[in-house]
């Protein structure tokens, strides 16, 4: 394994058993067996590792739930994204500290913007037909903006329990956003359908593969294949 490599493994370790905030460059330096002027050397801000990691939990998260969804209906595919995302941080209390922290430090939709994630938003304004050619790069980008700040804010009063709200309470409140956002005409009952089929995939998505339970087994091991097994 190269230097970058051992850099980026030991500080996402840290950043989910420590966490985000208490794990300084020095910390990491230690645990990769480094000195320090190269963590910034290879990495000039703590955020550029948190960003990538964020963007690979989605890789592979979406890479699991293409196969069991249909890959033309991108709606659907974000939806479950977020019911599974949602899931996960209810499972997984390291992961959710981890999300909370980049909510936090508002990492989470800086994140989304460089990654692949935003595509599916884009898709989904280039689709429709009620909104002018040159209004959907504005409406994409501030759609964006909206939801992930429906997201931060009661991510953040969740967790820190200043609302008794659950990851299921959440989850519909942040699609019904979204849906806003992104001007999509929906009726209650296509809603309620989509999201139905979301938590039946999330479900037998977590059944045929536990190792996705602990963001652990495949944010930051160095067998990536242990996730790939049933």
């Excluded at 990691?53 to 709606?75: A, G, I």
């Excluded at 909370?100 to 599916?120: I, V």
């Amino acid at each position: 394994m190269n230097t970058r490599d051992k850099i980026y493994n030991a500080a996402k370790r840290l950043y989910l058993e420590n966490g985000y905030a208490n794990t300084p460059n020095t910390l990491i330096a230690k645990e990769a067996g480094v000195n320090l002027g190269l963590v910034t050397y290879y990495f000039k801000t703590k955020d550029i590792i948190a960003s990538d990691m964020l963007n690979n939990n989605y890789e592979t998260l979406y890479s699991h739930l293409l196969k069991y969804l249909p890959t033309n209906d991108e709606l659907l595919q974000l939806i479950t994204f977020f019911k599974l995302h949602f899931q996960l941080t209810g499972i997984d209390p390291h992961y959710d500290r981890f999300i909370y922290e980049m909510n936090k430090f508002d990492l989470l939709e800086k994140a989304t913007r460089d990654g692949n994630l935003y595509s599916l938003y884009q898709t989904l304004v280039n689709q429709n037909d009620q909104i002018d050619e040159s209004e959907k790069e504005l409406l994409c980008s501030c759609a964006v903006t909206a939801s992930f700040g429906v997201i931060r804010a009661l991510t953040m009063k969740q967790y820190e329990k200043e609302i008794l709200i659950s990851k299921d309470e959440i989850f519909d409140l942040c699609i019904n956003q979204m849906f806003y956002s992104l001007k999509i005409d929906y009726q209650s009952l296509l809603l309620k359908s989509l999201i139905s089929s979301a938590n039946c995939t999330v479900d037998r998505l977590l059944e045929e593969y536990p190792q996705l339970k602990e963001v652990k087994n495949y944010l930051y091991i160095e067998d990536a294949a242990i996730v790939c097994e049933q």
